[in-house]
Every structure is written in structure tokens, then in C-alpha cells.
């Protein structure tokens, strides 16, 4: 019987799968982020303990399987031999790290050309080619790029309320919604700030930059509430993504798009938010929603097992992987 493991490891929790030819989950695991680039060794910790449990869940044979591993960040690649090692696997031939995007897109879909859109933390679009990802645009990251992503429409949320609380800015219903959430500041920043100010400044300054990405939700309701400066952000980071998606779908208008992360599945694409742009650019195409990445990680797993994997096939997989993740 053809068995594969699957692995998304994410930034936040890592998710491991064993699947058979006919999407069933016969063994689930997970555990803490497995982003071996920001964690470190408690990433690839995360990543062993997810597939451990998956693998003895099954009771398969570890030393036949073949495994696909989607990473958010750099997977380890230097530590497959020693995870292969540990969990009784051939060798790390056996493993196959890929990109979180490919795993996304077929998460959605099962087709092997296609776009893929994923706007969370971050934000970048692929263009998906016989099952490989052969061009992406932005996912640059906080510093360069990621237009439109959580991350950007947290910060921009932040800096109105800082501009509302120094007099530049407009004033908005982001700035109690902030508040509520940062609370009052306990040390001054400096001598000639507001209390106000100080609290943005120790809120932002005194944690990871992409930890701005939790203020986005706050844009949504906000919009959703009539708040102009919440609308106009929420309406500029659709602009970017609107870009984004635009330009790598130049050309191959006709592939499907399978979109995923909060921002727009939980924002974006939301009843009630102001989101035109991407939406306009959007309209005609064919529009996928993203399942779990494990999903898509198994269906590569099973693809390089000479599985043809149908549609029909990834909807049953993906309905017990919702199952197992309740």
C-alpha cells in the first residue's frame, strides 16, 4: 500500500500527515512552529514531533515512505539525514523540502499549472508549472517588500493611530481599538512624548517587526465599521495585492487561482470590506480557496509516488484534514 508523510511547518504550529493512495488520513501529528529559519532547533524539534506522531498514528513502515515537507522560510535542508535518522526513514533522499507556496496552491487545487496568492504575515503570489513554482512576485519580506500583506496593513494601522496621537493624522476608531490592546505605557519613551506615543513606540520597538501583523484584523473591523483611515488602508493594501496578482497572472489569465492566509480569507474577500481593486483584477478568474497546507504537501508526496492525484481525491483529503484538525 502507497503511504506518504506530509508536513506543513509554519511560523506558529507544524502539522504532519500519513496518506494513502485514496486521501485517507491514516496517522496525524502536530506540534509547535517549525520554521527551522526563526526557531532554530526548536523548529526542527517541531517538525520530528509532528511527524513521529503521524508516522506511529499509521503504524507505517518510516523506512518507505516518501516525504514532502512545506516550510515557511528556509527548510532545514542541512538536517534532513539527521531527521531521517531519527525517525527510521531510508535516507534523506526520501524527503522533499518545498517552498510554502506550492504547498498552498495545491492545498486548492489539484491542477498542475496554476497561481497561487497568499497574503498572511506576508504576502506573495507564484505562478505553479507542472507542478513546480517557476516565477514569484514580491514575498520580500517586512523590510523590502510584502505589499499589502498583514504585516503591512499592521503597520499602517500603528503609524495612523501614532499620527492621530502627535496631531498629524486624522483621527480614527483604530486608536481606542490599539489601545485596547497594547494598554498605557509603562515607561516613558522619552521626556517629550505623549503617554500615548510612548505606549505605540515600546508596543512596536519592543518586539520582532512582523508582530505588527496582529493589528491587521483591527483594519477589517474597523473598514467594516465606516472608519475612513480604515477603509483607506485596508483599500491601498487591496491596491498592492491587486499588483501583485495582476502581474503574475500577466499572460496566463486562463489558470486557476487558489488564494490563502487571513488577510484574504478572513479580510480581503470578506462581505462588507472595502476591497475593489483586488476584486476587479479578481473577477474573472477562476478562484480557489486554500485548505490546509498538509494538504498540499501530501498531494506532492503522492505525485512523486506516480500517484495521479484527482480533484475529487484532494477534496476527500482535504475534508479529514479538517476533521483531524478540529
Request: hydrophobic share 50%; charged share 20%; aromatic share 4%.
Amino acid at each position: 500500500m502507497t503511504v506518504v508523510l506530509a508536513i506543513d511547518a509554519g511560523g506558529s504550529h507544524t502539522r504532519a500527515a500519513c496518506v494513502d493512495a485514496k486521501g485517507t488520513v491514516l496517522g496525524w501529528g502536530r506540534a509547535s512552529g517549525g520554521n527551522a529559519t526563526s526557531l532554530g532547533e526548536g523548529g526542527v524539534r517541531a517538525i520530528e514531533t509532528a511527524a513521529r506522531a503521524a508516522i506511529t498514528e499509521a503504524a507505517a513502515d518510516a523506512s518507505t515512505l516518501t516525504a514532502v515537507l512545506c516550510a515557511a522560510g528556509e527548510a532545514p535542508v542541512g538536517r534532513l539525514g539527521e531527521l531521517a535518522e531519527r525517525l527510521g526513514m531510508h535516507d534523506s533522499s526520501s524527503w522533499h523540502p518545498v517552498g510554502d507556496a506550492l504547498g498552498a496552491y495545491f492545498s486548492g487545487s489539484s491542477a498542475p499549472d496554476g497561481i497561487v496568492l497568499i497574503a498572511g504575515t506576508g504576502a506573495i503570489a507564484a505562478r505553479v508549472q507542472n507542478a513546480q513554482v517557476v516565477s514569484v512576485v514580491d514575498g520580500l519580506g517586512w523590510l523590502l517588500g510584502d505589499a499589502g500583506s498583514g504585516f503591512w496593513i499592521g503597520r499602517e494601522v500603528v503609524s495612523a493611530v501614532a499620527a492621530a496621537a502627535d496631531g498629524r493624522g486624522s483621527p480614527t476608531a483604530l486608536t481606542e481599538q490599539v489601545f485596547s490592546r497594547i494598554g498605557g505605557a509603562t515607561a516613558c519613551w522619552s521626556g517629550v512624548r505623549t503617554p500615548d506615543v510612548a505606549a505605540i513606540l515600546r508596543a512596536v520597538y519592543d518586539r520582532p517587526p512582523t508582530a505588527l501583523a496582529e493589528f491587521a484584523p483591527l483594519a477589517f473591523d474597523a473598514a467594516a465599521e465606516d472608519d475612513a483611515v480604515a477603509a483607506s488602508i485596508v483599500s491601498a493594501a487591496a491596491s498592492h495585492l491587486a499588483t501583485t496578482i495582476e502581474t503574475a497572472r500577466r499572460g496566463h489569465e486562463n489558470l486557476p487561482v487558489v488564494v490563502s492566509g487571513s488577510v484574504l480569507t478572513e479580510g480581503m474577500l470578506r462581505a462588507g470590506v472595502c476591497a475593489g481593486a483586488l476584486l476587479e483584477v479578481l473577477q474573472d478568474a477562476d478562484l480557489r480557496p486554500a485548505t490546509d497546507g498538509v494538504v498540499g504537501a501530501a498531494i506532492l508526496a503522492l505525485r512523486r509516488r506516480g500517484v495521479e492525484v484527482s480533484e475529487q481525491l484532494r477534496v476527500t483529503m482535504a475534508e479529514q484534514v479538517e476533521l483531524r484538525r478540529a
